[in-house]
């Protein structure tokens, strides 16, 4: 994943993460074996996606200088509080390469949620994303069934829709 380093080339992403957020809007469905990832958590540790198997994956790539990311991170925080209990897991994954940078957005717009960090892009490359944000169902036994790219207001509604078909589904 090519890295931009320039203050322009910041505001330059800035914009591009708005543009791809509001315009390049979409959703695919389609089968097939979700990358396998794991990755340092903001927080310490590690996590990754085998230790969800069995269990509804929401995986959501962010960034720090992500405008609709901000909007997305609080649905996404919203939808944990409305799955609690259930066999789901929301996991966002930042792509900055400054864990600080994620650290201070992920405390002021989604602090309930455990964050993966992907600075190199390893994992955003596997998932071949599009756009920012970039957001991924995964179904109890590891299938993607979901693909979705950018962030308007309305779009969890996508994503809750497909959860409760999987958890309803439970193969």
Not at 34 to 39: F, N, Q, S, T
Request: proline letters at 4%; one cysteine or more; charged letters at 25%.
């Amino acid at each position: 994943m090519r890295r931009i380093y320039t203050q322009a080339g910041k505001r330059l992403a800035v914009r591009l993460c708005w543009l791809f957020g509001t315009l390049l809007y979409g959703a695919s469905v389609g089968a097939a074996a979700a990358p396998d990832w794991e990755a340092r958590a903001l927080d310490g540790g590690s996590i990754g996606l085998a230790e969800f198997r069995g269990q509804v994956v929401l995986v959501d790539f962010w960034a720090s200088w992500c405008v609709p990311c901000r909007a997305s991170m609080r649905a996404l925080g919203q939808l944990k509080t409305e799955f609690a209990g259930q066999a789901v897991r929301i996991v966002p994954i930042s792509v900055d390469e400054e864990a600080e940078d994620a650290r201070a957005f992920l405390a002021r717009y989604g602090p309930e949620l455990r964050s993966a960090h992907d600075p190199q892009g390893q994992i955003a490359q596997a998932y071949d994303l599009l756009g920012m944000p970039s957001s991924f169902v995964i179904d109890q036994r590891g299938e993607l069934v979901l693909r979705h790219e950018g962030f308007r207001k309305g779009d969890e509604n996508v994503w809750r829709e497909e959860i409760r078909r999987l958890l309803s589904a439970r193969p």
